[in-house]
């Protein structure tokens, strides 16, 4: 849903102004599809109305004159003066009293790229208030498979659920994973095998039984989200209840964002799944969740993913964490990938016929971000992936080395909400701070 945006206006413009005003909104009508652009309006007479954000297109130093008229504006304000489509460096003495002596959220894009992240997230935030809709397959959750371990996340609580509601909109739909596998059993082998031949994906030592069960899931998945309608996100207790399974949902995973554009997560982890998809949408930059092992966290670590150390790495260790999810570094669709192979699968837990993905994205800087289970802050963390590293016959066959930038191991171990970790690809911090400041997220950098 893209933002409604009202370009306003001094009275107090000259001619030359007017003209350069014109020009100027023309250039971001231009450059920024992302937003539907309203009439333009005098700032006198643009007190609260149907719209989500104001955009300047110009500022003149009327606007020191205008303190009452500005106050009344309760959206945020968007600057956007330079003939570039960003702010003019003139503006920031104009900008700064806006924020300082008025009190008002004004954001003042410095490229393309975080204007765009500003205008999608708040599309983002007002189509979530009207209605969003996650999908969730589960039927006993922390009862099945490790029970030890399942039964301790906040995700499976109803306060989340409520949480999500309350603060986003979000209305979470459940259907059991039982029934859905008994769909997915009823379809037909020719249906899966056409759709295979016609959306085949690198794999590695698979049968054509695994490779069927694997797409009947995403066909049952697919059936139940269409029951339901505009589904936006997507998640099944895929370990802990993968008793009732032939396969796992990885390749559907994947055809569900690469086909039918919708954002997905590992184990129905409601938080992981909020945080991905506030942050894709926003950012559009490769996005993905997986489980965090610091090095700090010792055997404590190293016993889950049955290795006997860590990897060696330059420095001090305390800087350093492994990404690993289901044997492998984690899922990811394949457009973001620059490496992408479905193989068999590594955790006991799940079928014999069950597959999973090795993939990696690209090496270099990342940002392990997550929203908080009490909703209300976000955790940034500079890092980047350094390399892969290998144990093999472990339940790390390929996972990435993590690097903390900013040498905050020991803060970290004090900020991490999860053991789920959502990497966004690049130094995304000061997009993420923007985002933060819509959604009216608390943050904290590392």
């Known amino acids: 849903m893209k933002a409604k945006v009202l370009p306003v206006f001094f009275s107090a413009q000259n001619e030359q102004e007017k003209e350069a005003f014109s020009i100027q909104l023309k250039t971001l009508i231009t450059l920024y599809p992302e937003a539907e652009f309203l009439p333009s309006c005098p700032v006198e007479k643009c007190s609260d109305g149907a719209y989500d954000a104001v955009v300047f297109p110009q500022l003149i130093g009327a606007a020191f004159a205008h303190k009452k008229e500005l106050k009344q504006i309760n ?61 969730m397959f589960q039927d006993t959750p922390g009862e099945g498979m490790q029970a030890g371990i399942f039964k301790r996340f906040y995700w499976w609580e109803k306060e989340c659920v409520d949480r999500l509601k309350e603060a986003f909109g979000i209305e979470i739909i459940y259907y059991s994973y039982k029934k859905l596998n008994e769909r997915a059993a009823l379809i037909a082998d020719e249906l899966a095998d056409q759709l295979w031949e016609e959306r085949q994906v690198p794999y590695v030592d698979l049968s054509g039984e695994q490779i069927r069960a694997a797409v009947k899931l995403y066909l049952a998945m697919k059936e139940v989200m269409d029951e339901f309608g505009d589904i936006k996100g997507l998640g099944a207790n895929c370990l802990n209840e993968s008793f009732y399974a032939k396969s796992t949902p990885c390749l559907a995973w994947d055809w569900l964002f690469e086909y039918d554009k919708k954002m997905w997560v590992c184990e129905g982890d409601l938080v992981s799944l909020l945080s991905q998809y506030i ?22 670590a190293l016993k889950h993913e049955k290795i006997d150390s860590f990897p060696e790495v330059e420095g001090d260790v305390s800087h350093y964490a492994l990404g690993v999810h289901c044997g492998y570094f984690g899922l990811a669709p394949r457009s973001f990938c620059t490496q992408w192979t479905m193989g068999k699968k590594v955790l006991e837990i799940v079928d014999e016929n069950a597959i999973v993905i090795d993939c990696r994205l690209k090496e270099g800087p990342i940002t392990l971000a997550k929203i908080h289970a009490n909703m209300k802050k ?11 590293v290998q144990y093999p ?33 690049g130094e995304m911090v000061p997009y993420l701070q923007n985002v933060a400041k819509i959604f009216g997220f608390e943050t904290v950098v590392l």
């Open 378 to 388: 976000i955790t940034m963390i500079e890092a980047e992936i350094v390399s892969y």
């Open 279 to 300: 942050m894709y949408h926003s950012c559009k930059v490769p996005t993905m969740t997986t489980n965090i092992y610091p090095f700090l966290l010792g055997m404590a």
């Open 75 to 135: 959206k945020p304000i968007v600057v956007l003066t330079s003939s570039f489509g960003t702010v003019e460096m003139w503006d920031w003495e104009i900008v700064a009293y806006l924020r300082e002596e008025l009190d008002l959220t004004v954001f003042s894009p410095y490229n393309i790229e975080m204007a765009k992240v500003v205008l999608r997230a708040i599309g983002m935030k007002k189509e979530m208030a009207q209605g969003t809709k996650f999908l």
């Open 393 to 425: 016959g472990s339940d790390c066959r390929n996972g990435a080395l993590i690097h903390y930038k900013n040498k905050s191991g020991h803060r970290v171990m004090e900020a991490l909400s999860s053991h789920h970790a959502v990497i966004m690809q």
